[in-house]
């Protein structure tokens, strides 16, 4: 079955660029789907389509996909974008989340 | 915008039939291309999709779950439902209900999730 590989981890500093990455076997010929979970609350559709953002979402927020790996790019950190990001496919009739990366600003 | 609310059971015996309802509000569940999903997580981990299913009554599950699962649209109710048997102390999580926006199949909106624990 298809698998995504995220990092557990993410630091950042106020302001500064974070980039999550999700690996997976030729992610580029798949659409990617970014959501952002914060503690005690349902997860968030941050970007659809690989680089798509839903109305409401930051342009802070952007994101790419090519090759084996995916990226969510999140630019000018802010403390309140603290959370949990996983992202998501579809493939061969199945949903598939990657393990979630652990965003902290510091 | 549309909303999902999850309704049901909080607390499951093991071995019992694990059910929940979905009620979908401000706009038709048949309205537009949409598959209606749940999702659950269990405390601290990650996401697992447990099955979808289109307004025909259309279905996709995971394959992990497949045979104990079973979802199915009251469409006269706005509502779709989550049957999971025989359930463990494994399948207790949070379960959540999210619109599923096709083909390329993504999660907008989602519910606000209900736990559901698997004890005696």
């Known amino acids: 079955s298809y698998e995504l590989t995220q990092p557990l981890s993410v630091s950042v500093a106020l302001g500064q660029t974070a980039r999550i990455t999700c690996g997976g076997n030729n992610i580029g010929s798949k659409n990617v789907h970014w959501y952002q979970q914060k503690p005690g609350q349902a997860p968030v559709l941050v970007i659809y389509?690989?680089?798509n953002r839903p109305s409401g979402i930051p342009e802070r927020f952007s994101g790419s996909n090519s090759g084996n790996t995916a990226t969510l790019t999140i630019s000018r950190a802010q403390a309140g974008d603290e959370a949990d990001y996983y992202c998501q496919v579809w493939d061969s009739s199945s949903v598939v989340f990657g393990g979630g990366t652990k965003l902290t600003v510091l | 915008q549309v909303q999902l609310q999850e309704s049901g059971p909080g607390l499951v015996k093991p071995s019992q039939t694990l059910s929940l309802t979905c009620t979908v509000s401000?706009?038709?569940?048949?309205?537009?291309?949409?598959?209606w999903s749940w999702i659950r997580q269990p405390a601290g981990k990650g996401l697992e999709w447990i099955g979808r299913i289109y307004t025909s009554g259309s279905t996709n599950y995971n394959p992990s779950l497949k045979s104990r699962v079973t979802i199915s649209v009251d469409t006269s109710k706005n509502q779709f439902s989550l049957k999971l048997s025989s359930v463990t102390a494994a399948d207790t999580a949070v379960y959540y209900c999210?619109?599923?926006?096709?083909?390329?199949?993504?999660?907008?909106?989602w519910g606000q999730g209900t736990l559901v624990t698997v004890s005696s």
């Open positions: 999210a619109r599923t926006v096709v083909p390329a199949v993504w999660f907008d909106p």
């Open positions: 401000g706009g038709s569940i048949s309205s537009g291309s949409y598959y």
């Open positions: 389509r690989d680089s």
